[in-house]
């Protein structure tokens, strides 16, 4: 049980410095390579997937443009980025 615990809050850690990277600009569309980058999240690779994972959840609003995936904050990843600061 104490292991489940510690990756829920690993994963907890995880979503917030993804969200709270892409606050910072809440209107800029990310390239999945500086979202990664700003996140602090390696290695890079394991951000498209946890992006679409963010997307399903509709955290992140995810876009093509330029021939590229992109993704920015949804209104559904304020609140939980608000939540997310409050139980930290």
């Known amino acids: 049980m104490a292991?489940?615990?510690?990756?829920?809050?690993a994963f907890n850690k995880a979503k917030h410095r993804a969200l709270e990277a892409l606050a910072r600009h809440p209107?800029?569309?990310?390239?999945v390579e500086d979202w990664a980058s700003a996140a602090s999240?390696?290695?890079?690779?394991?951000?498209?997937?946890?992006?679409?994972?963010?997307?399903?959840?509709?955290?992140v609003t995810r876009a093509y443009m330029n021939g590229q995936i992109v993704y920015r904050l949804a209104p559904?990843?304020?609140k939980r980025l608000a939540w997310l600061r409050t139980s930290s």
């Open 76 to 78: 559904a990843g304020v």
């Open 27 to 31: 209107d800029k569309w990310w390239r």
């Open 41 to 59: 999240i390696y290695p890079t690779r394991r951000m498209y997937t946890y992006a679409l994972r963010l997307a399903q959840y509709q955290l």
């Open 3 to 9: 292991s489940s615990l510690r990756t829920k809050i």
